[in-house]
């Protein structure tokens, strides 16, 4: 079946589109894009005005807590979640339970995602046996099973040497190394950002240089090896230093950060509520100068992606002490009303430039399909309605948790539809003219 | 010890009732709110010296002491306090409640809640476990010490000592020495003081220092000397070891030489000085037995007073002078 996208604004910069073209799709192909493309007996979407149609999204960090922790998220929900995010991929930590450090688990994961049919999911394995930090896992094996790049994300890779092997191994299946960079001794017990505020409220701190000083190990041992490493969920200014230091060293260095970590600061942990758990994430939220960095980097180009760090925790977890509770929050629903809101519409970044954020560079840093939409590629496409105007409701999420701090924000801008292979997998009702996706 | 001071200091206060349901922290109270507590205990104290003391004023009401963590003074002091007002009173331990078989706090105070207490008096080691227990309980929440954070009755039995014997607290210098990074004392106690006008100087080790305290309007200094220059009162705060994760100073002993309270530094201090310490002391670290047991010390003047300003905190949440019109 053939479907024709009339008459929205396309923004495709890897093949340097920004203006009104037809998108023609035949089956799980974009098989044109022109301007003025005849039905021809095609099935025509009358894309409705200030609709925005771009490369799906992709997400290449989020935690699917299955198998292992089906309470908080399942495979089925998170994918579901994802596309009511307007993200047509995620890639997913491997801190299950059991680890995704065998070809078994990957299968797992690979084996639900396909039932789900809504997202694609790209397993992330672990770098070494159980995340422990010693013996490499078998990353050959993983590659084979689908794994796309290594990681042992919510624990840094524990050694400089683990580090520098992984690396080096994995640069043999052109899979990069995802690294939590945090220092253990200097984060110790810590729950929030070093500073005023969690002094004032008694909480320990996990200074900023914590993390920037494991993401210059990192950069080091990239440099030396010449393999490619990914920063995860970058939140210190002196991360993006480092970072932009071994950009001009042409390391192969990329990173990627959050929307809480652009949006928030450590002041939430006092108000409006004082020691909400949801605003407990690791990294934490910095402080004010953090936070403008974090923008700084999205809109000079020194940061490659924005990435949710998607991490449900079930309510009974959060409501607890600030210092026993988990560390983490949801954010596939709300990460592009929030970029579209605190980037695009106070013209930080243009759309090109979120288009490279939020699908080109995650395509290109994992080596997945996507992030353009060229003739003869997978038809993943996310339609924004840029101007829509929202309020986060947690209590809607698809995601089976809802430890969010932006319920109740209002947002200008969100998804109307997800397209997957073609196929419409998320309509949102609110916007007007999305139906006709379906 | 000193005698009982028999002059009560004047009311100071411009406001007659606390509008609370909760006492979570300093940083909720106006100066006016503080300067009620202390004017309040100043007439709870009165009723420790009948021959038979107690009031009818809680009579009715029931208050729980949950103490999750390690206590002998404050929970005495609070029982007492309850006990004067006619409260009925019960008290729970980490180790024998059901906290001990894996039941969460807010599943504790849930079930509490469902007996309908008036008032929670609660201590934690988690810093925010009594705003956490605030936002869920119609009970109100009395903060007996809530991790680092905050301890505000002792603030406030420290601010009514410091005025029994200042007469006012605007304008003194009040050096506080010690672990400061690990200490609710102090949190409660800058907000307090800071409020009601006197100039603070914290002191203590820099890996000790929390991040940021100037912005409270504090000066900071690594030199006890400095700190103690010409000050009225000097506090010292514990140094609290089984809060520490790694090193932070070499020894005690190198501890008590650059930083403990002697006699000798005591000497840059104001004649009248007083010396006060929330207790527990560690004799030789954070205080020279010779300055303890001192003729300026009112250590244990803080004990007695926090009798009296608890007395004052639990009738004024309680509804105060509007509690007992109703009644």
């Known amino acids: 079946m ?50 925005v149609v771009c490369p799906g999204f992709i997400d290449m960090h989020v935690h699917l807590r299955e198998p292992g922790q089906e309470h908080k998220e399942t495979v089925a929900t998170g994918v579901a979640s994802a596309v009511a995010g307007g993200f047509t991929a995620v890639a997913c930590m491997p801190n299950t339970s059991p680890i995704n450090d065998n070809a078994g688990v990957t299968e797992f994961i690979l084996k639900k995602a396909a039932e789900a049919r809504r997202a694609r999911v790209y397993p992330i394995g672990a770098v070494s046996k159980g995340s422990n930090g010693e013996q490499l896992a078998d990353i050959g094996e993983l590659r084979a099973a689908g794994c796309v790049a290594i990681s042992d994300d919510g624990r840094p890779v524990r050694t400089a040497l683990l580090m520098r092997r992984a690396l080096e191994y994995a640069a043999m299946f052109g899979m990069p190394v995802l690294d939590h960079c945090e220092d253990p001794s200097l984060k110790g017990e810590g729950v929030a950002h070093e500073g005023y505020q969690a002094s004032s409220l008694g909480l320990r701190g996990i200074p900023g240089v914590a993390e920037s000083i494991m993401v210059q190990r990192d950069i080091a041992l990239a440099e030396m090896t010449g393999a490619p490493v990914h920063i995860c969920h970058m939140s210190a200014a002196e991360s993006l230093r480092a970072v932009r230091e071994g950009k001009r060293h042409a390391a ?23 020691y909400d758990t949801n605003v407990k994430m690791n990294p934490p ?117 809802r430890n969010t701090p932006f319920d109740g924000w209002h947002l200008r801008g969100s998804v109307a539809a997800t397209i997957v292979g073609g196929h419409t997998v998320y309509v949102n009702e609110l916007a007007e003219g999305a139906a006709r996706f379906e | 010890m000193t005698t009982r001071i028999e002059t009560p200091v004047q009311p100071q206060s411009t406001v007659s009732t606390l509008r609370h349901k909760d006492l979570l922290g300093i940083a909720d109270l106006t100066p006016d709110e503080i300067r009620l507590i202390l004017d309040t205990a100043e007439a709870m104290r009165e009723i420790g010296y009948r021959p038979i003391k107690k009031v009818p004023t809680l009579r009715g009401k029931t208050v729980v002491n949950m103490f999750f963590e390690n206590s002998t003074r404050t929970r005495t002091s609070f029982e007492i306090a309850e006990k004067r007002l006619s409260a009925d009173t019960l008290n729970i331990a980490a180790a024998t409640s059901s906290v001990a078989k894996g039941e969460t706090l807010v599943d504790t105070a849930m079930n509490l809640e469902a007996m309908a207490p008036d008032m929670i008096v609660l201590r934690h080691a988690s810093s925010g476990a009594c705003h956490l227990l605030a936002r869920i309980c119609r009970a109100g929440i009395i903060n007996a010490g809530d991790g680092m954070h905050e301890h505000p009755t002792q603030a406030l039995l420290d601010a009514f000592t410091i005025r029994e014997h200042k007469k006012q607290i605007a304008g003194l210098k009040v050096a506080i020495i010690g672990d400061l990074l690990h200490s609710r004392v102090l949190r409660s106690n800058v907000q307090l003081l800071t409020k009601l006008g006197a100039e603070v100087w914290v002191s203590g080790p820099p890996t000790l220092m929390p991040p940021g305290i100037e912005r409270d309007g504090v000066h900071r200094t690594t030199s006890v000397e400095d700190a103690v220059e010409g000050a009225d009162v000097v506090m010292l705060l514990r140094v609290q070891l089984e809060r520490m ?46 300055v303890a047991d001192g003729p300026y010390s009112v250590i244990l003047e803080q004990a007695a007073n926090g009798v009296a300003v608890r007395m004052a905190v639990l009738y004024l949440l309680a509804g105060g002078v509007e509690h007992e019109a109703a009644a």
């Open chain 1, 285 to 401: 939220l910095r402080g004010t100068a953090d936070r403008e960095a974090m923008v700084e980097g999205l809109v000079d180009g020194s940061i490659d992606a924005i990435a949710t760090d998607h991490a449900p925790h079930h309510y009974d977890e959060k409501k607890v002490e600030f210092d026993q509770a988990p560390f983490g929050i949801v954010g596939l629903e709300t990460c592009v009303s929030i970029a579209l809101d605190r980037l695009v519409h106070p013209g930080l970044l243009g759309l090109p430039r979120l288009v490279e954020l939020l699908s080109v560079n995650p395509a290109r840093i994992l080596s997945i399909p996507g992030g353009a939409l060229t003739e003869g590629a997978v038809a993943d496409l996310t339609v924004l309605a840029p101007d829509l105007q929202t309020v986060v409701d947690a209590s809607k999420f698809r995601s089976k948790s």
């Open chain 2, 245 to 290: 994760q790694g090193t932070f100073f070499p020894s005690l002993r190198e501890y008590f030489s650059l930083f403990g309270m002697t006699c000798e530094r005591l000497r840059r201090a104001k004649p009248d000085v007083i010396i006060m310490h929330p207790g527990p002391m560690n004799r030789g670290v954070e205080i020279a037995s010779e």
């Open chain 1, 252 to 274: 192969k260095v990329t990173c990627e950060v959050a929307p809480h970590h652009f949006t928030l600061t450590d002041e939430a942990l006092a108000a409006p509520v004082s």
């Open chain 1, 2 to 51: 053939k479907r024709l996208l009339k008459g929205g604004r396309v923004v495709d910069p890897v093949n340097g589109r920004d203006g009104a073209f037809d998108v023609l799709i035949d089956g799980d192909r974009i098989s044109r894009i022109a301007r003025n493309i005849p039905a021809d007996g095609a099935h025509v979407i009358d894309v409705p005005a200030g609709f």
